[in-house]
């Protein structure tokens, strides 16, 4: 199983970026999909969500109304539009999935329960 992601850069405050994470050894439709973020000195959180039991979408309140997570099935490909970029947003970003019937809310605080994880692609907003 590999997930590659890819996507990062540096962008100006109120950019946009789409980060982008490819599966390979699964499917993605038979797994909850997640974000996470880290930033410098900072613990790791769960930015957004959906969760395999009931198909519903999470988002950190820090994020929510800008950015999106997706996928496309076809492309067994998940994503992270960002829109409307903050300094504050500035970490490494990692893709994650699971096999779990976890709720979404439990997800973003134990990422623990993920399965397989992405290498991580770092976004810098910075003008």
């Known amino acids: 199983v590999q997930l590659q992601a890819s996507g990062g850069g540096l962008v100006q405050p109120g950019g946009s970026l789409r980060l982008s994470c490819a599966a390979s050894?699964?499917?993605?439709?038979?797994?909850?999909i997640a974000w996470f973020r880290q930033a410098p000195g900072k613990e790791r959180e769960g930015v957004s969500c959906?969760?395999?039991?009931?198909?519903?979408?999470y988002y950190a309140d820090s994020v929510k109304g800008r950015f999106t997570i997706s996928r496309d099935n076809a492309k067994n490909t998940m994503y992270l539009q960002m829109n409307s970029l903050e300094p504050e947003d500035t970490a490494v970003y990692y893709c994650?999935?699971?096999?779990?019937?976890?709720?979404?809310?439990?997800?973003?605080?134990?990422?623990?329960?993920?399965?397989?994880w992405g290498k991580g692609t770092l976004v810098t907003v910075s003008s």
């Open positions: 994650a999935t699971g096999s779990n019937q976890i709720p979404c809310t439990v997800i973003a605080d134990n990422s623990y329960v993920m399965d397989y």
């Open positions: 050894g699964l499917t993605l439709d038979y797994y909850a």
């Open positions: 959906i969760s395999l039991s009931d198909g519903t979408t």
